[in-house]
């Protein structure tokens, strides 16, 4: 019997007990859409890492000094610890490093990237921002727009001015209809004054970048954002990407003779490109996608025994039907044939439905939440290949015993 | 030799000869050949010795049954003749094929191609149409679609259910499944039709109504094999043999028999 005349008997078959073949590949459709979902979710993360994160939280040619790196795989109790107890990065840090720089390289300082802090107005109740302490480029380097109002000047870092600038969910929350510069805001008991808006910036990971509220870091945010004075890192920007690599070789001299390192020791401090931190985002996804596409792959598992035992039971209540086959002249392989194809062929197309309902999920995933997801076209081909070596796997056993079969014994049976 | 015109009867004595040189493949004239062909079953542990030895030959054209009381083994040698089941002992010819030495996918060959069935209970295929269930054979005989729909066809109008091919089997009267069942054992041209007890689950009217049909293949020269316990239904075919305890009682032209039976 050719292979096309299998899969018509076998949609045929699936299509006279439509709920029972329902049942049967719900295992495989449930495995495949998550597969798909999680798949896609991973993806997406990825590409938006490379697309969106480097650019907005890192800034383009740039790295950052830092005392330990943000990304890192240094996961065990000994690195962590060592890094704890490494040297924080102090504003006396700052003029040797930025003295050394190349011409034209720009830098900043900054408090942590997203420290939540208490903030409030005559206008509106208490809510949190996320409060900064910068100094130097540091606009510049982020690429922050002002619409309205103006960025601090650099008197107003250097004496710690209290002035602030402030995003528009805050600028709309905290000042609701009005003009917010001249105005005061308060963070944890300091009083502000709104010097500018920053431009709508969107999302990352969710996480709104229009809630800033950025101060120069020797005024009083300084304290409020690192009650010790600790600079979270200094930022250093390149004119190009050869630029950046001869600053990190400069900013590393100077630290390390600062630190008074000798040749042998290792660096007690890290400097932290985009791309380093995307190759450590990388590693993380990349195990997430190992652990996420793992627990479908179980159900996928499940999905073919269902499928195995389905056909157990397709085989002993069609004996008589194999019977018949056989004494028209079926072969052995004419009939193990036809049951391989009807597991494969009710696999794959639980495959198919799995793959749509996992598209449709991972739409679902990218409209109600901020995760953004992407349909690899790879994870179709491989879930519609999966579906398929699942059914052949889970048929084999079944049809192997549905071919051997004695036609005498079979045709008695009823 | 006096003897119907559409319904040729090989003579004792040529059968004799036949049956008689052991090992030699028989004339392709002779459809069916069987040589001390013997059949046992191991029952926990006892023996039963189904076939013990039996000799048949059948040539062309002929419309023989195969009688027996239960127990005698007709059904043993039905499974045999209809390469279902394979000897433990002796030769069995199937137009001029060594049976006894074939393996399963030889013998799944011989069915498809030399033999249509005709059983008691049908067979059908409860979900396939007729016209399906006729097409069967030539799906494992390989034939293309196309033409396979125009044979099943063709066969189905010579049982006169040329109205009948979208039907499935339980849209259809038992008259009508036999006849289904008769045109998918047609549909390949087979050597032999061997029909198992065929009219077992007819009611009388019906029952004639098949035999009729069976006469009218016979007379066309289509070589007949019926398996009945029926010695009315028998007695429809030219020759009957009677197997007892596995081995061949008796073999005859039907007035004989008929007359022994008082039909």
């Given at each position: 019997m050719p292979l096309f005349e299998a899969v018509r008997l076998a949609l045929m078959q699936i299509r006279v007990q439509k709920l029972k073949s329902f049942f049967t590949l719900l295992g495989v459709t449930i495995g495949v859409m998550f597969l798909i979902a999680v798949v896609s979710i991973v993806e997406g993360m990825g590409k938006y890492m490379k697309e969106d994160f480097a650019g907005k939280m890192l800034g383009v040619n740039t790295f950052t000094l830092r005392s330990r790196a943000q990304f890192s795989d240094d996961h065990d109790d000994q690195s962590i610890r060592a890094a704890a107890r490494r040297k924080p990065l102090v504003l006396s840090d700052v003029p040797p490093v930025v003295e050394a720089l190349p011409a034209g390289s720009r830098w900043a300082v900054q408090t942590g990237d997203f420290t939540s802090r208490y903030a409030s107005s005559p206008f509106a109740r208490e809510r949190q921002v996320m409060a900064m302490g910068v100094e130097g480029d540091y606009f510049a380097i982020k690429r922050y727009e002002l619409s309205a109002g103006r960025a601090f000047l650099p008197f107003e870092a250097q004496l710690g001015s209290s002035v602030i600038v402030i995003g528009t969910e805050v600028a709309k929350h905290f000042f609701p209809n009005l003009d917010p510069i001249g105005r005061e805001l308060r963070v944890g008991d300091v009083s502000f004054e709104v010097i500018g808006v920053i431009e709508p910036q969107g999302n990352l990971f969710g996480m709104s970048l229009d809630r800033m509220a950025i101060a120069p870091f020797r005024s009083p945010m300084g304290r409020i954002v690192s009650p010790r004075g600790y600079i979270n890192g200094i930022v250093v920007q390149g004119a190009s990407p050869v630029a950046v690599d001869e600053a990190m070789e400069v900013v590393r001299e100077v630290m390390r003779?600062?630190?008074?390192?000798?040749?042998?020791?290792?660096?007690?401090?890290?400097?932290?490109?985009?791309?380093?931190?995307?190759?450590?985002?990388?590693?993380?996804?990349?195990?997430?996608?190992?652990a996420g596409t793992a627990l479908p792959a179980i159900g996928l598992i499940v999905g073919g025994m269902v499928i195995m035992n389905i056909m157990l039971v397709a085989v002993a209540e069609r004996t008589h039907e194999i019977g018949i086959r056989k004494s028209l002249g079926a072969r052995r392989k004419d009939i193990l044939r036809q049951f391989l194809v009807e597991s494969a062929t009710l696999s794959t197309l639980g495959a198919i439905i799995g793959i749509a309902l996992g598209i449709i999920g991972a739409q679902i995933i990218a409209w109600k939440t901020p995760l953004p997801t992407t349909v690899a076209p790879w994870s179709i081909v491989a879930a519609t290949l999966l579906g398929t070596v699942v059914g052949i796997v889970a048929g084999v056993y079944p049809a192997s015993r549905a071919s051997r079969l004695d036609p005498i014994e079979a045709l008695r049976q009823e | 030799?006096?003897?119907?015109?559409?319904?040729?009867?090989?003579?004792?004595?040529?059968?004799?000869?036949?049956?008689?040189?052991?090992?030699?493949?028989?004339?392709k004239d002779w459809v069916i050949v069987t040589r001390g062909l013997k059949r046992e079953y191991d029952m926990g542990g006892e023996v039963i010795r189904a076939l013990r030895g039996v000799d048949i030959a059948i040539r062309r054209n002929e419309y023989v049954a195969i009688m027996g009381p239960s127990g005698s083994g007709k059904s043993t040698l039905m499974n045999m003749i209809g390469c279902l089941d394979t000897p433990d002992g002796g030769e069995y010819w199937l137009n001029g094929l060594p049976v006894s030495s074939m393996n399963d996918d030889e013998l799944a060959r011989v069915r498809n191609k030399e033999i249509g069935f005709v059983f008691q209970t049908f067979n059908l295929l409860p979900r396939a149409t007729a016209l399906h269930n006729v097409e069967l054979p030539l799906v494992y005989a390989g034939v293309p679609s196309d033409e396979r729909k125009r044979r099943a066809r063709e066969s189905l109008e010579r049982v006169q259910l040329g109205d009948r091919v979208d039907h499935r089997p339980n849209e259809l009267?038992?008259?009508?499944?036999?006849?289904?069942?008769?045109?998918?054992?047609?549909?390949?041209?087979?050597?032999?039709?061997?029909?198992?007890?065929?009219?077992?689950?007819?009611?009388?009217?019906?029952?004639?109504?098949?035999?009729?049909?069976?006469?009218?293949?016979?007379?066309?020269?289509?070589?007949?094999?019926?398996?009945?316990?029926?010695?009315?239904?028998?007695?429809?075919?030219?020759?009957?043999?009677?197997?007892?305890?596995?081995?061949?009682?008796?073999?005859?032209?039907?007035?004989h028999f008929a007359a022994k039976h008082g039909l």
């Open positions: 003779s600062r630190r008074r390192l000798r040749p042998a020791q290792p660096d007690n401090f890290a400097l932290e490109t985009s791309a380093s931190a995307l190759a450590e985002i990388t590693k993380v996804l990349n195990i997430v996608k190992v | 030799m006096t003897q119907t015109e559409e319904a040729p009867i090989s003579t004792t004595a040529e059968r004799q000869v036949i049956v008689s040189s052991s090992g030699v493949a028989p004339d009267s038992g008259g009508q499944r036999q006849r289904v069942a008769i045109a998918r054992a047609l549909v390949n041209n087979p050597s032999i039709l061997l029909a198992d007890e065929p009219t077992g689950n007819l009611d009388s009217s019906t029952s004639t109504e098949i035999m009729r049909v069976f006469e009218d293949l016979a007379s066309a020269g289509q070589t007949v094999i019926m398996v009945t316990h029926e010695p009315d239904i028998a007695a429809h075919a030219r020759r009957v043999v009677i197997l007892r305890d596995g081995v061949v009682e008796s073999d005859e032209r039907k007035e």
